[in-house]
């Protein structure tokens, strides 16, 4: 059973950075892609960022190019978010989610099965 836990969120204020993890519990050998959605409070959610497992190949989203990277290290079997030069716009929950196979475009959150109870990110 895989279960997805994110850490690392908090309050910064704008310029500032933040690192997000997300921890995959149980066997990773089903999953082919892993990514961030964000809910900004009253708003649906949105796709930040996305990465192939096998492939290493990433997407973001256009207003976090720049300023967020995303990455895996298998042998941790976790997934960061890093988050620099944060907005106010920014914040919101924040969310990590995997997909069992190829999918495509990223972005779309019911491509995505599994999903972590999400992180508190504000910036202000």
């Known amino acids: 059973h895989v279960q997805l836990v994110e850490s690392g ?72 978010l890093q988050m620099n030069n944060l907005r106010s716009d920014d914040t919101g929950v924040y969310y990590c989610a995997a997909a069992p196979g190829y999918i495509t475009p990223w972005h779309v959150r019911n491509h995505y099965r599994l999903w972590g109870q999400g992180t508190q990110v504000t910036v202000s």
């Open 9 to 80: 969120g908090g309050s910064v204020q704008p310029g500032g950075s933040l690192s997000l993890s997300c921890v995959v519990s149980g066997s990773t050998t089903s999953l082919n892609c892993m990514g961030w959605f964000r809910q900004p409070t009253g708003k649906e959610h949105e796709g930040v960022a996305s990465i192939d497992l096998f492939h290493g190949a990433t997407n973001y989203a256009d207003f976090v190019k720049g300023r967020f990277t995303i990455v895996e290290d298998n042998a941790k079997s976790t997934m960061f």
